[in-house]
């Protein structure tokens, strides 16, 4: 019988190369594939992709297996940056990351895979997948509660996680990196991608600015007395605490970002951890469920962003596609626009989008 064939997704990282590595030691017959998104030429000269395709390409070589390099900037842009855009004129801070697996490695680039003959795809995500009794996927948290990436997955539904293989599930980051080096990949060492996906680390300021005209204005307390200027009300998101020029005034403390209203370009902060920085409860629209949907008044876990502690809270069905998420305690910085997500037990049951949250004061 022929082997099973495995289209991965390979991003020049430590993590997809060693998932790489464990699919060829399990027998399939791997295929690689870099995928642009973006192309990094066309700002500030600066060009990470050639550095990560280099990477892809020695791995490969070692690995003795065929790679592939495809472009989805095109889609990237219509799918995923024009609702980044539109996220922040509207005053919310979005996750592209969210939507960059739901629009583009479980979309065009399992389409793509497919044209290669692929039985399965499967990515370097720290997540776990299994089948219920109506051998549907399910997703679940991975072994590695700090580097879990659930949170990412919650947009994808159970067609887009139909013959999809994550090899990190049962492996911690230690255990990939000793993998890496026990087995002289060149991505052993390598520094672990931060900030946002297309962007990385360049001045997100410049690089927003270049997309969304900003002003600036006024820096208010929650009392209404102005105590600085803010360079574009965008720039900001809930919980801040760096960036907008204000020392330890008042009472010393740190000024945090609270809240941010773009009709009147007006920044509001205020010092310490306030009451007005917790949240007692979130409205969540575009909710996708991915292997079943919750009763309501069902007992939940939460998280609001990546690495967040999972907190216990009570969900409501609002609508079909909208969830009221009820924290048995207050919730630190819950900013609309990024995902809720929620958990029974391991199990991801699906996330969306922050559109409201409720103080706790």
Request: glycine share 8%.
């Amino acid at each position: 019988m022929s082997r099973k064939r495995v289209v991965i997704g390979m991003s020049g990282g430590v993590d997809s190369s060693v998932a790489a590595l464990l699919l060829k030691e399990q027998g399939y017959e791997v295929i690689g594939l870099f995928m642009l998104n973006w192309h990094e030429e066309d700002f500030y000269g600066a060009c990470t992709a050639e550095e990560d395709y280099t990477d892809v390409r020695r791995v490969s070589s070692l690995l003795d297996i065929p790679y592939y390099t495809v472009d989805f900037s095109r889609e990237y842009k219509d799918r995923v940056f024009r609702f980044f855009l539109d996220e922040y004129a509207k005053g919310r801070t979005p996750n592209p990351d969210v939507l960059c697996n739901r629009e583009i490695k479980f979309g065009p680039f399992r389409d793509f895979a497919k044209k290669l003959g692929a039985d399965y795809i499967a990515t370097g995500h720290y997540a776990g997948l299994r089948t219920d009794e109506n051998g549907l996927p399910v997703l679940y948290r991975a072994k590695d509660e700090n580097k879990d990436q659930t949170y990412f997955l919650n947009q994808l539904t159970r067609e887009q996680l139909t013959d999809v293989l994550f090899p990190l599930t049962e492996i911690t980051k230690p255990e990939v990196r000793r993998i890496a080096e026990k087995h002289h990949l060149v991505t052993a060492e390598k520094k672990d991608s931060t900030g946002i996906c297309f962007i990385g680390e360049r001045d997100f300021r410049k690089f927003l600015s270049e997309y969304l005209p900003m002003k600036e204005g006024d820096i208010k307390t929650l009392d209404g007395k102005t105590i600085g200027r803010h360079k574009g009300v965008f720039y900001y998101t809930i919980g801040q605490r760096k960036g907008f020029g204000i020392g330890g005034a008042g009472n010393g403390e740190p000024y945090y970002v609270i809240y941010k209203d773009i009709y009147t370009n007006t920044l509001y902060v205020n010092q310490g951890e306030c009451p007005e920085l917790f949240s007692k409860e979130l409205t969540a629209e575009n909710f996708n469920f991915i292997h079943r949907k919750i009763t309501d008044g069902e007992r939940v876990l939460a998280r609001t962003r990546h690495r967040q502690e999972l907190v216990s809270a009570t969900a409501y069905l609002i609508n079909s596609s909208t969830v009221r998420l009820v924290f048995d305690e207050p919730v630190r910085a819950v900013t609309p626009g990024q995902y809720a997500v929620i958990y029974c037990g391991r199990d991801c049951i699906g996330g969306g989008v922050i559109s409201e949250r409720t103080s706790s004061f």
